[in-house]
């Protein structure tokens, strides 16, 4: 019998320094397991040397394969991609600076093959090595979305994971361009199991990662899968109708028993600052859900690939292709 294939997708953002221990580190681990494997490295436009030891690698291993993208487009795009070009009955995402443990993997594998779960993800227990600010927001992130998402976006959970082909067919399903993978993976649903971990730190390399990119990356996430924001912007609007309402009656009979001095030019203008403020807030809003429709009715590819010496059909080339 053909043995079934596990599909490792690796994303590597200026990682020449972690590859080489990186495929080190997982063929310790994969070598034993029952099932072929196979390495697909997503080249996220680095800017080092990424490519050519990527390049480099897949000489010497003939397990290894890259795709490598015409310019950064992001880990979405990437996890995006590796899922479209993965063949394996079993795929894995994994970060290529081993804050994911490969020696994971078999129990993954395991917990996949033999007690009939479809996703086995993977959360890190602490925050060791981040910075106290960072982890507060990440909390804080976390609870916001899972308050106005109605879904269960677990805190702490990694992007490492191990599904079956049947979940990677469904996320392939969702071909959004505004991807918010953790929101993804929660919609989709299917048998998941989670495994914990302490948080390691990256080998080497920096974090790609500044603190503006992961709050536009949060607040996409909150757009990406909830509503609920416009739905605060309608209600605060009946609520300041609400009080200019009541303002009103105040005002008429104030008016009525003291009679009419003009005074109150001051507070009024802080009221217009105030209102139109809120006003602004709430067109703000709308616009954020505009601004995605319309990316999302542009159509664009999600990621573009330079070159790869992989097709898409899951047959492999050992030459080089270009995408025309
Ligand atoms: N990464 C990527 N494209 C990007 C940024 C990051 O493919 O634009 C990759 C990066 O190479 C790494 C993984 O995504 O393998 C996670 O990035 P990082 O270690 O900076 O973040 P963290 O571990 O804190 O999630
Ligand atoms: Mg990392």
Same mark, same amino acid.
């Given at each position: 019998?053909k043995?079934?294939?596990? %599909?490792?997708?690796?994303?590597a953002?200026n990682e020449?320094q972690?590859l /080489? *221990?990186?495929i080190? #580190?997982?063929?310790k681990?994969?070598?034993?397991?029952p099932?072929?494997v196979?390495?697909i490295f997503?080249?996220?436009?680095? %800017?080092d040397d990424?490519?050519a030891?990527?390049e480099?690698? &897949?000489r010497q291993?003939?397990r290894?394969? +890259?795709?490598s993208?015409? @310019?950064?487009?992001g880990?979405?795009?990437?996890? +995006?991609?590796?899922?479209?070009?993965? @063949?394996g009955? +079993?795929v894995a995402?994994m970060d290529?600076?081993? /804050?994911?443990?490969p020696a994971?993997?078999p129990?993954?594998y395991?917990?996949i093959v033999e007690? /009939? +779960?479809?996703?086995v993800?993977?959360?890190?227990i602490d925050?060791?090595g981040?910075?106290p600010i960072?982890?507060?927001?990440?909390r804080?992130f976390?609870?916001?979305?899972n308050?106005?998402?109605?879904?269960?976006?677990?805190?702490?959970?990694r992007d490492?994971q191990?599904?079956k082909r049947k979940v990677v067919?469904?996320i392939l399903?969702?071909? #959004?361009?505004?991807r918010?993978s953790?929101?993804i993976?929660g919609?989709i =649903?299917?048998?998941?199991?989670?495994?914990?971990?302490?948080n390691?730190?990256?080998v080497?390399g920096?974090?790609?990662?500044?603190?503006w990119?992961?709050l536009?990356y949060?607040?996409?996430g909150?757009i990406?899968? &909830?509503t609920?924001?416009?739905?605060i912007a309608s209600l605060?609007?009946?609520?300041?109708c609400?009080?200019?309402?009541?303002?009103?009656?105040?005002?008429i009979?104030?008016? *009525?028993?003291?009679?009419?001095?003009? %005074? =109150?030019w001051p %507070?009024?203008?802080c009221?217009?600052?105030f209102?139109? =403020?809120? /006003?602004?807030f709430c067109?703000g809003?709308l616009g954020q859900y505009?601004?995605?429709?319309y990316?999302?009715?542009?159509? @664009?590819p999600?990621y573009l690939v330079?070159?790869t010496?992989i097709?898409r059909?899951g @047959?492999? #080339?050992?030459?080089?292709?270009?995408?025309q």
């Amino acid at each position: 019998m053909k043995k079934e294939l596990l %599909s490792i997708i690796v994303l590597a953002y200026n990682e020449e320094q972690a590859l /080489q *221990l990186f495929i080190e #580190e997982a063929e310790k681990y994969t070598r034993d397991m029952p099932v072929d494997v196979e390495y697909i490295f997503v080249n996220d436009g680095s %800017s080092d040397d990424t490519f050519a030891v990527l390049e480099g690698m &897949s000489r010497q291993n003939d397990r290894v394969f +890259y795709i490598s993208f015409s @310019r950064n487009f992001g880990k979405e795009a990437a996890m +995006y991609a590796g899922l479209e070009y993965a @063949r394996g009955d +079993y795929v894995a995402i994994m970060d290529a600076d081993l /804050q994911d443990p490969p020696a994971l993997l078999p129990e993954m594998y395991r917990l996949i093959v033999e007690e /009939q +779960y479809d996703c086995v993800g993977s959360r890190r227990i602490d925050r060791k090595g981040e910075p106290p600010i960072r982890s507060f927001f990440a909390r804080l992130f976390y609870r916001i979305m899972n308050n106005l998402s109605q879904m269960d976006i677990v805190d702490g959970s990694r992007d490492f994971q191990m599904m079956k082909r049947k979940v990677v067919d469904a996320i392939l399903r969702m071909p #959004e361009r505004n991807r918010f993978s953790k929101g993804i993976f929660g919609w989709i =649903g299917f048998r998941k199991k989670w495994l914990e971990y302490e948080n390691v730190e990256r080998v080497a390399g920096e974090m790609k990662w500044s603190f503006w990119k992961l709050l536009i990356y949060a607040l996409d996430g909150i757009i990406a899968f &909830s509503t609920i924001p416009l739905v605060i912007a309608s209600l605060t609007g009946l609520v300041f109708c609400f009080i200019a309402l009541m303002m009103i009656i105040f005002i008429i009979v104030k008016t *009525l028993v003291f009679g009419d001095p003009t %005074s =109150g030019w001051p %507070s009024l203008a802080c009221i217009i600052m105030f209102v139109s =403020g809120i /006003q602004l807030f709430c067109v703000g809003i709308l616009g954020q859900y505009l601004s995605k429709i319309y990316i999302e009715t542009k159509n @664009r590819p999600i990621y573009l690939v330079d070159e790869t010496n992989i097709t898409r059909d899951g @047959r492999y #080339e050992k030459a080089v292709h270009t995408l025309q």
